[in-house]
């Protein structure tokens, strides 16, 4: 078992890692839209929803991974009315590729954020 740390997405707010690599999978911590400076990203879903996908680009990268090697993805929304605007981000960094995916709406996310997504990806 490998944890993952790279200063390219925000580093972890607690006692974890931004991810971990067991055997040939690398499960990710979730990524809210902080800056890898950990600045809270204050615009609409749509804008938190990008930075997660740069943060999640980043600690893929840094596993040996990427967003074509993700098989699993799970998104957090704070509001079930925002799922068709997420939907419309997630689909342009998951165009041909379509991992499996579960979404929930739960009563709140660190820092407030609108959203939050984790994956399990494939090492390269």
């Known amino acids: 078992m490998r ?3 790279t200063s ?4 972890a707010i607690g006692p974890y890692s931004q991810g971990i690599i067991v055997n040939n999978l690398f499960y990710s911590s979730g990524q809210i839209p ?8 204050e615009g609409s879903v749509e804008e938190q929803t990008h930075q997660v996908f740069k ?10 991974a990427s967003l074509d090697t993700v098989v699993k993805a799970t998104v957090f929304i ?7 605007a997420i939907n419309e981000v997630y689909g ?3 165009d041909t590729h379509k991992p499996a995916r579960s979404c929930v709406e739960v009563a709140r996310l660190p820092k407030d954020a609108l959203v ?9």
């Open 92 to 94: 342009q960094y998951f």
């Open 116 to 124: 939050e997504i984790e994956v399990i990806a494939l090492i390269k």
């Open 8 to 11: 390219k997405a925000p580093a």
């Open 55 to 64: 943060n999640l680009k980043a600690v893929l990268e840094e596993a040996g």
């Open 3 to 5: 944890s993952i740390s």
């Open 78 to 84: 704070k509001d079930m009315n925002d799922f068709g």
């Open 34 to 41: 902080l800056t890898a400076e950990g600045a809270m990203i």
